[in-house]
């Protein structure tokens, strides 16, 4: 499907879809006390082997979690066939939440979420990458399960996520508002997310999304953003392994001034950046103030200063119409305190291309 077609589409879509009505409830954790600092738990890490041994301990310095001394339970990682890996977050067992990954590379490869649920005291998230076409392939990746309840505590910025079925009904959710996120459907491939309640009228923060899918290689990316005083519209649109618009589960979450996977102060040294030709002021974030820039464009560098503490980790997601989809070409640099992100897009085809993104960085403290 060509760009202009999709464009057509997106627009068709929006004007069938009506406000949407309350949608299932959220399947969310009830441990957590009604006014607690985000997230109740998470876990992130960063498969620096794509062909891992059994129970392989990734990078100390790219893994972190909420449970009790993570340096002394560390993430481990399967590899449970050609692509496929089982990423076991320890002592985090429970309900709800969401997982995000970022194939890291540069050949065109991508991953995607299979599932995530609780084994014994801990948190398994299947990850399945693949190579343009669908066939599967060994990748480094990152991978990020968080899941909150309540309403934070004041710290700034504000905080959602969503878990979507294919028809639209919401699995999962959150919203530091106390709103109710909704998802509508449209055409194939084509949904529209409501964050009531969190944002600014104009754009600010930053977008991630994942195809949850294990059926066949499926990629989803935020097709357009519609920023409002009352809340925040995104269109998310996903695709199969031929690029064409495909009814799949996803998850989307959404922070402004807030760390990936959802607190804020602490950690301290986070950063988000989105580009969509240029880079709105608002989009544009450093938790201490210092000023992020954009160079290059195959892939980009994305430089974040004095952000950089270890552990940390990092994500990407695509924006606009059509089937192209980002990654990051290398793990991140650091150097000093700075930080370097490197954004990488690709077309249908898996071939290097100038694209527009939303990048993130975060340190676990």
Request: aromatic residues 12%.
């Amino acid at each position: 499907m060509s760009v202009r077609l999709f464009s057509r589409v997106v627009r068709t879509a929006l004007l069938a879809l009506s406000v949407p009505a309350a949608l299932v409830a959220a399947a969310l954790p009830t441990a957590g006390p009604a006014a607690a600092a985000v997230p109740d738990r998470y876990g992130f890490a960063f498969l620096d082997n794509p062909t891992p041994p059994p129970a392989y301990v990734p990078d100390t310095t790219r893994q972190w979690g909420s449970w009790p001394s993570p340096a002394a339970n560390p993430v481990k990682v399967d590899q449970v066939g050609v692509g496929q890996y089982v990423v076991h977050f320890p002592l985090i067992a429970g309900p709800g939440g969401i997982a995000h990954a970022t194939a890291v590379g540069r050949t065109g490869s991508w991953c995607q979420v299979k599932g995530w649920g609780p084994v014994g005291t801990g948190l398994d998230v299947t990850v399945l990458c693949y190579k343009p076409g669908g066939i599967p392939v060994n990748s480094q990746f990152t991978a990020l399960y968080t899941t909150s309840s309540g309403v934070p505590a004041p710290a700034g910025g504000s905080y959602g996520y969503t878990y979507s079925a294919p028809t639209g009904a919401v699995i999962t959710q959150y919203n530091s508002s106390g709103g109710v996120n909704t998802v509508s459907h449209g055409s194939t491939g084509i949904w529209k997310a409501w964050l009531p309640g969190l944002g600014g009228a104009t754009q600010l923060g930053n977008f991630q999304v994942t195809a949850v899918d294990g059926v066949q290689g499926a990629r989803c990316k935020v097709a357009d953003w519609y920023p409002g005083s009352t809340g925040q519209t995104a269109i998310v649109a996903c695709f199969d392994a031929a690029n064409n618009p495909y009814d799949t589960r996803w998850t989307l979450s959404y922070s402004v001034k807030r760390a990936v996977h959802g607190p804020a102060y602490p950690p301290k040294y986070f950063g988000h950046l989105w580009f969509n030709g240029g880079v709105p002021a608002g989009t544009n974030f450093n938790s201490v103030g210092a000023a992020n820039t954009l160079a290059g464009s195959v892939p980009y560098s994305v430089t974040m200063p004095s952000v950089a503490v270890v552990p940390d980790t990092s994500h990407t997601t695509a924006f606009g119409p059509g089937p192209d989809y980002c990654g990051e070409a290398m793990p991140w640099n650091r150097s000093g305190s700075t930080v370097t992100l490197y954004p990488i897009c690709f077309n249908g085809s898996g071939s290097p291309v100038p694209g527009r993104f939303f990048t993130a960085y975060t340190s676990a403290f």
